[in-house]
């Protein structure tokens, strides 16, 4: 039901800005949670920062999580980059079937970020 696609990644330079975004489209269901996750290579995926539908944020410091409920879209500004925030980051967003009883979830396809030194 749940269609996650996102963009903004790219290459940059140490000290550069990237937004990254991710909308949701679909139909028959609600979004509560959405968030970014990000994997290095070979390393574990980890939790970049999320925003509940109150706009309740997590990781609030360098980068900034912020959501367009209107348009169902999830954003990610990334300021002051460093080589270690290279890596592969994903859309998350857990949504809520009409009808279903229990939060699911639905992840992008993610969007490659280089930073380089």
């Known amino acids: 039901q749940v269609q996650l696609v996102e963009s903004g990644g790219?290459?940059?330079q140490a000290g550069g800005?990237?937004?990254l975004s991710c909308a949701a489209s679909g139909s028959g269901f609600s979004i509560n949670?959405?968030?970014w996750y990000r994997q290095a290579p070979g390393k574990q995926r980890e939790l970049v920062a999320t925003i509940t539908s109150g706009n309740i944020t997590n990781y609030p410091g360098r980068f900034t999580i912020s959501r367009d409920n209107a348009k169902n879209t999830v954003y990610l500004q990334m300021n002051?980059?460093?080589p270690d925030d290279t890596a592969v980051y994903y859309?998350?967003?857990r949504f809520l079937p009409y009808g279903s009883s229990y939060l699911r979830?639905?992840?992008g396809q993610g969007t490659q970020v280089t930073v380089s030194a």
């Open 17 to 19: 800005s990237l937004r």
């Open 80 to 82: 002051s980059l460093k």
């Open 10 to 12: 790219g290459l940059v």
């Open 33 to 35: 949670t959405m968030g």
């Open 105 to 107: 979830n639905a992840w």
């Open 91 to 93: 859309c998350n967003v």
